[in-house]
């Protein structure tokens, strides 16, 4: 370690854009940092839904955190997953298998972000993923793409629709973007490849709770999108509840009344909840939390009566914030920036300013919306503009160069390079019983009651 | 199907190099074919050592078979299990989730493969994956890296030598390739990331009970590939016999006896074991199948009393056919081309020559060997020779233009894109028992007794 001359330690929780960035920022600060994270990556989240939908590989989005900070000789990654808070004794608590390690800290930045909020109801988990990790958007890869396959593969028409069903429950930009993605390949990439189905016969349901879509970027655009949406093919269900979730579909509550979608793939893109690290935090230092378990911080990002223990990105209840990258990315930069005016002696508590860069979604190749002031601009050029950003902001030249071979493969032409099928993923969502079919010259086979070998 | 004129149809088993190159052949054939398959995708596995060691995505060398075969109009793809082969009713059973589907057939091509031979030892499988399917690269991978990660971790010196030991069984391409490529990891991708170790302390482990690596290649090569990969820091443990494989280690008797090495990952790239369908198929036609469970076919590798019943590739006891994608792909082709020929009234029956275009196996970065005729050479130029030969049999284009942007990446430059760490997998090998300790300013913590905290 070349920075034995450091005073000061600098834990940051979190691997994500507010740590990573925060962790970036003190290059030249003369501070130890230690970048506590649960994974071995740095997740790009604005793209998981490409994973998911077989545009892009993972290692594309999710760079080794190592790597991103190799030449960084102040910062060391300790992989782990932090299971305690202590202000009192100002040290981390992390577990990696079943091994603690509990790490003294002079400056803490705690960037722990969100998960997927499932409103209480932990059984969705298990039948509609979220959208939130490596793993999710792996899952829903081999979910989705093993939906057409099974459906290729059947004979009863009820039970194709069912696997041609993709529920999509949250219409945010990351539930938007995932039905926009599915109606895409139902539409551009698959055709062609299947004998039995059409994949153009596809049903995706972008189901919302709230009245308009992307409620975020306004009136104008959140109408735009709506259209956009239905002209490619995706069925809009708001102002609808979701009531449950199981293996074979999902039971909604709107004004008609009480539905049930039959569907093998479900994607939860519903509500986010900050990691409970924050409630953690509140419950030290007597701040409040909100309903989605973010914390409320004082104007310059600290913690009130911890002048040294800031609170970034998706965890922040802040006034004006919303659970974006920027706010994250800017979070992290300034936090940084405090921590190394105070070790320098200069004066710190200048509140915290985010800068709005606008928002953006992407709805379908070629077409995106974004809100930049007062800018509201939706269609092909906010889609380029979304192309550039996103290139600009990947991590990491080789992954921008492959990603813009794949977009080019993907958005040019129309393939999808990254769509291999783990057979344990389609395995444990498929809820088929035993059906048997004999396989003859029609398209669709007619059943024979064949004695099923022992296997 | 606008194929309804086909008056025959033609089953093929497998949707590996004999099986697809069969499928591809027909394209002009009068015939419907049918390709069955386990996996939604067509694996180079020539590669797949590429993907556990970090260098190239799933998807750039598992494409999809459908879309390999998306414009061939007289094939299409049955996913499924094949249990059950019966030669009396001319029919192929397969199951697909439970489901059984019963595909008569007019001709058949069974290229089901092998799969890795645990020589009876079914409980190794557990603690040493194979590299056969998608699945086993990936899980290592995660292993690979996630042992270095355990180690930067691990504060007993003892633990971090057997996370940083790899054992790689078996001398054979496979072995030879996963051993070089770990060592190359270790010491040219991964120095510089970590700040506790030193990934170049690694220690790579070859074994076999064979007296020489890549046996097949002859003396000569095999002699400079051993010299080059000890150059590389691989450690050879020739004529020596795995006893044991479990979760901490492998047991192995060798000349100075019987000897444990402590490790976490091990890669076993031993023997292969035919498809249990060539038993199957033996079993009904009375052919005789050899140790590793191969059929002893006619020489125009047809099932004797069966003229239509074609096994290719893997599956196939053949004098002078060695276990490779060339033998595969020809005997595709072969039985293909026999079947066109008899669907048109011609003469069938020409035995099956097999061209042997030579045998290559990269043993680290710029350095290969090549056995073409009476051409024996190692080093750079067959390194170049390999490059070129799998980049032009890689199918599809775009994954042969992003393999080539990760090859430069990995071969010019350093890096290695894909190497997302999945937990799951790792938790699932590693049996490290709880310890605690605390993590101070020294790289290497000192212990400290903190009660863990509950979860």
Chains 1, 2 share one sequence.
């Not at 909020?117 to 793993?135: C, L, Q, S, W």
């Not at 429950?169 to 990351?174: D, L, M, S």
């Amino acid at each position: 370690m070349d920075n034995g001359t450091a005073s000061r330690r600098v834990v940051i929780v979190g691997s994500g854009f507010g740590g990573l960035f925060a962790a970036k920022a003190l290059k030249r600060a003369r501070v130890e940092v230690i970048l506590v994270s649960r994974t071995t990556h740095h997740l790009f989240q604005p793209l998981l839904y490409q994973v998911a939908t077989g545009i892009l590989s993972e290692g594309e989005i999710a760079p080794a955190t190592r790597e991103v900070l190799r030449g960084q000789h102040n910062a060391r990654v300790l992989l782990g997953d932090v299971i305690g808070l202590d202000l009192a004794t100002r040290t981390v608590t992390s577990d990696l298998l079943g091994e603690t390690t509990i790490t003294p800290y002079d400056y803490l930045i705690v960037a722990a972000g969100a998960t997927q909020d499932y409103f209480g109801n932990r059984h969705f988990v298990d039948h509609a993923p979220g959208m939130k990790t490596i793993e999710d958007a792996l899952e829903l890869r081999s979910c989705i793409f093993g939906a057409f396959e099974l459906a290729e593969a059947a004979t009863d028409p009820a039970e194709i629709d069912r696997l041609l069903t993709f529920v999509v429950i949250g219409a945010g930009p990351t539930g938007v973007e995932m039905a926009g993605q599915i109606s895409e390949l139902a539409r551009r990439t698959l055709p062609g490849v299947y004998r039995n189905i059409d994949p153009r016969a596809a049903h995706v349901v972008l189901l919302d709770a709230a009245p308009t879509v992307l409620a975020s970027f306004g009136n104008k655009l959140s109408g735009k999108t709506a259209r956009h949406l239905r002209k490619i093919g995706v069925e809009l269900r708001l102002c609808a509840r979701v009531v449950d979730v199981d293996a074979t579909g999902v039971e909604v509550e709107d004004l008609q009344g009480r539905r049930r979608i039959p569907s093998l793939c479900k994607i939860w893109a519903a509500g986010v909840a900050a990691s409970p690290l924050g409630a953690q935090l509140a419950a030290q230092s007597g701040a409040k939390v909100d309903r989605a378990g973010r914390v409320q911080v004082q104007a310059d990002l600290t913690l009130p009566g911890y002048p040294r223990v800031f609170v970034v990105g998706d965890m922040v209840s802040f006034p004006g914030l919303p659970g974006v990258a920027q706010v994250a990315i800017q979070g992290g930069r300034y936090a940084a920036n405090q921590i190394a005016r105070d070790c320098a002696g200069l004066p710190t508590g200048q509140p915290f300013r985010y800068h709005d860069k606008g928002n953006m979604a992407t709805v379908s190749r070629s077409y995106a919306v974004a809100s930049i002031g007062p800018l509201r601009i939706a269609g092909f050029g906010a889609w380029l503009l979304w192309l550039v950003v996103h290139l600009i902001y990947l991590v990491g030249f080789k992954n921008r160069f492959t990603t813009l071979v794949d977009w080019a493969v993907a958005f040019i032409g129309r393939g999808r390079s990254e769509r291999t099928v783990i057979t344990q993923h389609v395995l444990s969502r498929n809820a088929a019983r035993p059906r048997r079919n004999t396989h003859d010259d029609s398209p669709t086979a007619s059943r024979q009651h064949a004695p099923t070998p022992k296997r």
